[in-house]
């Protein structure tokens, strides 16, 4: 009962057909529906902007994928993605929720971006995450899900210097990719204590 799956962001706007399409998004959902059943609690992710928010390229009539200065520092702008309500934000329609004891939204800040499920972007307001596993006693954690070098990484990390023992699941992750980001995130990773499989 003391290890608990983590599945990051598996939305529709992560998946092929989305706003914010990751490669092979949808390769994944099977995978982690079968994977449920090991684990004494799953907690679910889900990306939860309001319209306009920050990160969005369109609010600052920037190309997506562009960065800029943000007061927590650099900040990836994309394209609008997991608008509050939208079907976009709505979980994979094959992803089992039904398992989902917790439900943790992020990113409706419209100040501040959050990839991580235990802080946002500027790495101090929490989400609420960390109370919920220690008063549930979860001490290890499996994260899988999108994207790879975002969401996923920093939620890893973010786990692994909070003292939780953390796995990546890589076969059950896909990534985004975007100059160098892969590479990057999983040197980061590994330079944490997360065990990378
Ligand atoms: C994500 C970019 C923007 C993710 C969320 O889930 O990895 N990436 N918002
Ligand atoms: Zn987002």
Known sequence: M???LLVIDVQNDFCPGGALAVPEGDAIVAGINA???DFGAVILTQDWHPAGHSSFASTHKAAPMSII???YGPQVL???HCIQG???AQFHADLNTTRAAMIIRKGYNPAIDSYSAFFENDHTTPTGLEGYLRTRAITTLTMVGLATDFCVNYSAVDAAKLGFDVTVRMDLCRAIDFDGSLDAAVAGMNGAGVVVV
């Open 86 to 88: 939208s079907t976009g």
């Open 35 to 37: 994977l449920m059943d």
């Open 2 to 4: 003391t290890h608990a």
């Open 78 to 80: 994309w394209p609008d």
């Open 69 to 71: 200065d943000m007061p």
